[in-house]
C-alpha cells in the first residue's frame, strides 16, 4: 500500500520473476462493470488460478475498488452485487493454498474490508522516496532516458551545466514526487529535445521542464491516483 507510481505494480512483477512462478494481474476496477457476472468471471479466475502448475502470483491492483468496507452496520451503501463479489473473493481466499498467492495493491489500506485485511499474511508500505533516493532514481532515469541513445539510433548531448549540483537541486525540489514523476520528468527533458528540433539538453530548457511539472504536479497527481496516467 501506499501513493500511486511508488512501486507496488513493479514489486509483484518482480517478486514473480525471482520466485519462478507465474504471474497474472488484474485490476480491481474491472470488476463493477461486470455487474452480475463478477461472481461469475471471479470463480473462474481462482479456478484457473488454481490449475497452474508452477503456482501463480495473482496481483489485484486497485484492490479497494470491490474489496472495500461497507458490508453489514459499518455502511449500507454497498449493493448485493458488491457484497457477492466481495463474498466470493473471501471464500476462495479461506484457506492457505499451495496453487497460488494472492498479492494485492491498494492508495489506502485502511478503506478494505475487514475480513479482507484479515487474510492477509504480510503488509507492505511504499511510501514516497526521500531526497535521497530521489537522487539516485534521477540518476537511474538520465542514464536510462537521456545518456543512453534511443532505439532509433538518437544521440542527446547534455550540458556540462546539468552537473552533479543541478542533479542535487532537482533531488531537493521535487520533494515529494513519486518514482513515476520522477521517471516522467526526465522523459520530459527527452520530448523537449527531440520537440525543439535540437539534439541538446540545455540547463534552461531543463529548468523550464521543471518548472512546469512542479506547477502541474497535483494535477498530474490526480490524475495517476483516478487511473488515468498514461505512463506505462
Not at 534511443?150 to 542533479?167: H, M, Y
Not at 522523459?187 to 531543463?206: E, N, P
Request: charged share 30%; aromatic share 8%.
Amino acid at each position: 500500500y501506499g501513493p500511486p507510481g511508488t512501486g507496488k505494480t513493479l514489486f509483484a512483477r518482480t517478486l514473480s520473476k525471482q520466485s519462478g512462478l507465474d504471474y497474472a494481474i488484474m485490476s480491481g476496477g474491472d470488476v463493477g462493470p461486470l455487474g452480475k457476472d463478477a461472481v461469475h468471471e471471479l470463480n473462474k479466475l481462482f479456478t484457473w488460478a488454481n490449475s497452474s502448475r508452477r503456482g501463480l502470483i495473482l496481483f489485484v491492483d486497485e484492490a479497494d475498488a470491490f474489496l472495500r468496507t461497507g458490508r453489514g452496520s459499518e455502511s449500507g451503501n454497498m449493493s448485493e452485487q458488491a457484497r457477492n463479489v466481495l463474498s466470493a473473493f473471501l471464500a476462495h481466499t479461506g484457506t492457505e493454498s499451495d496453487k497460488f498467492v494472492v498479492v494485492m495493491a491498494t492508495n489506502i489500506r485502511e478503506i478494505l474490508d475487514r475480513a479482507v485485511l484479515d487474510r492477509v499474511d504480510e503488509s507492505f508500505e511504499f511510501p514516497l522516496p526521500s531526497q535521497v533516493e530521489r537522487r539516485r532514481m534521477l540518476d537511474m532515469f538520465m542514464q536510462e532516458h537521456i545518456h543512453k541513445p534511443t532505439k532509433r539510433g538518437k544521440v542527446i548531448e547534455v550540458d556540462e551545466a546539468i552537473d552533479d549540483k543541478v542533479l542535487d537541486d532537482i533531488a531537493a525540489r521535487t520533494d515529494g514526487f513519486s518514482g513515476r514523476q520522477l521517471a516522467k520528468l526526465v522523459i520530459a527533458y527527452q520530448a523537449a529535445v527531440f520537440g525543439s528540433g535540437t539534439s541538446r539538453l540545455t540547463a534552461g530548457l531543463a529548468e523550464t521542464v521543471l518548472r512546469y511539472k512542479l506547477e502541474h504536479r497535483d494535477e498530474e497527481a490526480q490524475r495517476a491516483a483516478d487511473g488515468h496516467d498514461g505512463y506505462a
